[in-house]
């Protein structure tokens, strides 16, 4: 078994140097390469429907398609001071709040107009990593187009493909029309989504995307959509998780059928990998560049959101973004194989409590725009009345 040195580069998952020398070196460049060491795979079979399940979420993905340009409502008026009035916050119910406005902490001197910037600078902050991670599945899933061997499969992916690139439109869109300021990549993110392209087997790609980043999506767009009052932005995120719940429901269908094949060295590499996903995703979630741009001192603020956030597992939301996450593994096997490794380091981050949470093999019927629209003409007969 690989130690945490192995896997992460750092002996203790909170080691706050190591983390802060995860760093974007390259904020300037226009383009990013990563070598791709897979092989694109042409399959002769081309029997529709031997995977029923992928073939049923294709036939749905095909009747599930929107127009970002033309299904939201652009012309909404975004008033961003109103947003920062409507932001639910309570800096003292939020204990790494509390200590960092203590006399000499990084937050000291914040007044109103700090926390009100702060408030835009995380929405700047919080869409721009939208946007690049969903550029992040727009390629990965353009991979899995490549390299997975079954045609269920390719032409599932195929319409995620058409997915992504439109919800990379739609948040690149809300950010240059509706907000004041982009952000580039998180590190974090970056390492992560570098590791999933550059890896040679084909599940892996599931297993990052699909799985990690994508299971994480769903629980954070989940999120978005029930706090915001902004109608704009929260019909998008209701949009983008229509797809989301199916993309994931891919990666869980497509994986089950994989995983259950795999011996248990093959196995203790996927656990490895997802172990490695979920630290890179809580690291980028330390939000290093928005302390950055607000001018706090980035080492004393991260270490404080250690202290608690991290090592207390007092910070509810955070554990809540990995609600999908955990029941996906515990269901591909991930959890309990190699005497439950995975288990193990899921508890030592605070977020083993999830596992009996509904997976999401089935939930996108729930989610579907379909479902949506039935909901509104419910509601509408509700009040008519
Ligand atoms: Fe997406
Ligand atoms: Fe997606």
């Known amino acids: 078994m690989s130690t945490n040195e192995e896997i992460l580069g750092r002996a203790d998952v909170n080691d706050l140097e190591a983390i802060l020398s995860i760093t974007s070196k390259d904020v300037t460049e226009m383009v990013h390469a990563v070598k791709d060491n897979a092989d694109a795979i042409f399959t002769w079979n081309y029997e529709k429907g031997e995977r029923p399940a992928l073939n049923k979420l294709y036939e749905k993905a095909k009747n599930a398609q929107w127009n970002g340009e033309t299904d939201l409502p652009w012309d909404t008026v975004v008033d961003l ?5 409507n932001a639910p916050r309570d800096p003292e119910a939020d204990p790494v709040f509390v200590a960092a406005t203590q006399p000499g902490a990084p937050l000291h001197n914040w007044g109103q107009k700090e926390w009100d910037r702060f408030i835009i600078e995380s929405q700047n902050w919080t869409m721009s990593q939208f946007m690049h991670g969903e550029q992040g599945a727009l390629v990965c899933t353009a991979k899995i187009v490549e390299t997975v061997p079954w045609i269920d499969a390719k032409y599932y992916a195929s319409t995620q493909v058409m997915d992504e690139a439109r919800h990379v439109e739609v948040f690149a869109k809300y950010l240059d029309t509706k907000l004041d300021g982009h952000y580039p990549l ?36 989940g999120f978005m959509h029930m706090l915001t009052e902004e109608p704009l932005v929260k019909q998008l995120f209701r949009y983008v998780m229509s797809d989301e719940a199916r993309h994931v429901a891919f990666g869980v269908l497509s994986l089950k059928e994989y995983y259950g094949e795999l011996t248990d060295a093959e196995m203790l590499e996927r656990q490895e990998f997802a172990f490695e996903a979920a630290v890179r995703m809580r690291d980028r979630f330390l939000q290093q560049e928005v302390w950055e741009r607000m001018g706090v001192d980035v080492r004393s603020m991260i270490k404080l959101q250690l202290e608690h956030e991290v090592n207390k597992n007092d910070d509810p939301f955070q554990q809540l973004l990995f609600s999908k996450i955990v029941p996906n593994c515990k269901k591909l096997g991930l959890l309990d194989r190699n005497d439950g490794w995975l288990r193990t380091k899921f508890g030592e981050m605070g977020v083993i409590q999830f596992e009996d949470w509904v997976d999401t093999g089935s939930d996108y019927d729930t989610l579907s725009l379909e479902n949506l629209a039935k909901e509104a003409s419910s509601a509408a007969g509700a009040e008519v009345a």
């Open 186 to 221: 998180n590190a974090h993110l970056g390492m992560l989504r570098d590791d999933i392209i550059a890896d040679s087997r084909w599940d892996m790609t599931y297993l990052g995307m699909q799985i990690m980043v994508e299971g994480l999506a769903l629980a954070a767009f």
């Open 81 to 85: 001071e109103k947003v920062v009035a």
